[in-house]
């Protein structure tokens, strides 16, 4: 069985960075894509940013584009989340996610697409 075990995360200013990794475990691992959502209090949970795994095209939601970089190291099945410039709308619990079927398309920003998720990371950001 496939699990997605999260690190980093915390407490950080406005303008601070913090890196964000999720490693898979388990049996041995194939994915089409990782996905990083997010769910701040009170709203629901939504894409930030997802990497094809077969060739790291990578997508964003508009509000991260430009601040945060999702990349993937295949050999080490991880994936991370590098986010700059961080805002206090940026508070949220973090989820990283595995779409490991198909169904259509390679990478989705639906949570519905993805199968396997990790435990979640709390992100706070302070003004």
């Known amino acids: 069985q496939v699990q997605l075990v999260q690190s980093g995360g915390g407490l950080v200013q406005t303008g601070d960075s913090l890196r964000l990794s999720c490693a898979a475990s388990?049996?041995?691992?194939?994915?089409?894509?990782m996905g990083w959502f997010r769910q701040g209090p009170g709203k629901e949970r939504e894409f930030v940013a997802a990497?094809?795994?077969?060739?790291?095209?990578?997508y964003y939601t508009a509000s991260v584009r430009g601040r945060f970089t999702i990349s993937r190291d295949n050999g080490k099945n991880t994936a991370f989340l590098q986010m700059n410039s961080l805002k206090p709308e940026d508070t949220a619990v973090y989820y990283c996610?595995?779409?490991?079927?198909?169904?259509?398309?390679?990478?989705?920003?639906?949570?519905?697409?993805?199968?396997?998720w990790g435990q979640g990371t709390q992100v706070t950001v302070s003004s």
């Open positions: 388990g049996r041995t691992f194939s994915s089409h894509a």
């Open positions: 996610a595995a779409k490991t079927y198909y169904r259509g398309s390679y990478v989705s920003s639906e949570k519905g697409a993805y199968d396997v």
């Open positions: 990497v094809k795994w077969s060739d790291g095209t990578t």
